[in-house]
């Protein structure tokens, strides 16, 4: 499986951008998913990126860089219904491409 | 249309009692999953099923976890004479395709706290 790392936590102010970067391993890599996990309640898709790029999905954002091994989330126009954590999680390639490791989550916290 | 459900959602054990946690997927999806989040950290892999056939289980812990999906619909993660260390909570989620890249759909999880 992928190494994904992200940062643990974040801090943003309501109403600013923040971006939230996640690094993996680029052997046996084949597509980026982002989750946001409230606390308590199940992951919800976000985002997948299987090509070099940003995809813009209103006011959220995920970029992908395969060659780097690295990906972002782009969150604008912070709202506190934002606080959550997000999971990065990365498809492998061949014959297990159903399974995504997971990386730890970055805990946000959105304040006024 | 329903989502993902889960039961029990909070199962307290006493080390050593065998408990069995339900999944009912989306209607219709044929894959399904299930996942271990402990506090603090992202879910991790537990096994895979393509509609009744567990088609990877190379996450289960140990030779105490057992899931199954007879029907091909609803699953059971069951977990004999549980430990401390299965304090977590079980994510199921389902999605409509074989391959990686279709979305999961997650339920809103288990938490077993096992005393």
């Known amino acids: 499986g992928q190494n994904i790392d992200q940062p643990t936590e974040m801090t943003a102010t309501e109403g600013a951008i923040v971006q939230i970067n996640c690094t993996y391993q680029?052997?046996?890599?084949?597509?980026l998913f982002w989750y946001q996990q409230h606390a308590g309640e199940a992951p919800t898709f976000l985002s997948y990126?299987?090509?070099?790029g940003l995809e813009e999905k209103g006011r959220f954002s995920s970029f992908l860089s395969r060659s780097k091994g690295y990906s972002y989330l782009l969150l604008k126009e912070l709202q506190m219904k934002d606080s959550a954590s997000y999971l990065c999680a990365g498809r492998n390639s061949g014959a297990g491409s159903y399974q995504l490791t997971f990386g730890k989550g970055t805990k946000l916290s959105v304040i006024p | 249309g329903a989502g993902v459900s889960q039961s029990p959602r909070y199962k307290v054990a006493k080390r050593g009692q065998d408990v069995a946690l339900r999944c009912d997927p989306i209607?219709?999806?044929?894959?399904l999953f299930w996942y271990q989040q402990a506090l603090g950290q992202g879910p991790e892999f537990l096994t895979y099923?393509?509609?009744?056939?567990?088609?990877?289980k190379s996450g289960l812990p140990s030779d105490r976890f057992f899931a199954e999906r007879p029907e091909g619909s609803v699953s059971t993660l069951k977990i004999q004479r549980t430990q401390q260390e299965d304090s977590a909570v079980y994510l199921c989620?389902?999605?409509?395709?074989?391959?990686?890249?279709?979305?999961?759909?997650f339920g809103p999880g288990t938490r077993l706290t096992v005393t």
């Open positions: 099923f393509q509609n009744e056939a567990q088609l990877d």
């Open positions: 680029t052997s046996g890599f084949n597509g």
């Open positions: 209607s219709g999806h044929v894959s």
């Open positions: 989620a389902s999605s409509e395709g074989l391959a990686g890249n279709y979305e999961q759909y």
């Open positions: 990126n299987v090509l070099d």
